[in-house]
């Protein structure tokens, strides 16, 4: 076989307040494979389809008074055909509090879009699909 990939990734960082950060990012990917006459199968060639072709994320961090923050992101990934698996989009959200310079308290929720998404399906093995489930859980950090 042979092949080409090509694409691009953009981001951007600004900081418009010294208590607000704003990320955004966006990535374009592309493979084109080719089988040599004679050699390999048509699912080798499949294989272009098995990584999202875009991808796109957006997050926000607030640093508030009294030691609270908030990291709010939003993503969108391609569907990938080649698997059946559906593009998706969905959100993150933490927020912390740090009530000593040692200790933090924090909320987290994942995967917020939707209550489960499926991201990748195996190709060999008969094993189980990869299905991501939305989550919260809280955490206690201390640093010594």
């Known amino acids: 076989m042979s092949g080409e990939a090509y694409g691009f990734e953009l981001g951007a960082d600004w900081r418009p307040k010294e208590w607000l950060r704003l990320r955004a990012s966006y990535t374009y990917f592309e493979l084109e494979l080719h089988r040599k006459p004679g050699t390999g199968t048509a699912s080798n060639e499949a294989a272009e389809d098995r990584d999202p072709r875009h991808q796109f994320g957006l997050t926000t961090q607030f640093n508030l008074p009294n030691n609270i923050e908030i990291d709010a992101t939003i993503r969108a990934v391609d569907r990938l055909s080649e698997r059946s698996v559906s593009g998706y989009a ?3 959200l933490r927020v912390s ?5 040692n200790i933090e ?3 987290v929720g994942q995967n917020l879009g939707q209550r489960r998404h499926k991201e990748f399906t195996p190709e060999f093995l008969s094993t189980q699909e990869t299905k991501v489930e939305r989550s919260i859980y809280a955490g206690i950090k201390v640093k010594f």
């Not at 509090?97 to 310079?101: L, T």
């Open 90 to 92: 969905t959100a993150d």
């Open 97 to 101: 509090w740090r009530p000593r310079e």
């Open 105 to 107: 308290l924090s909320l």
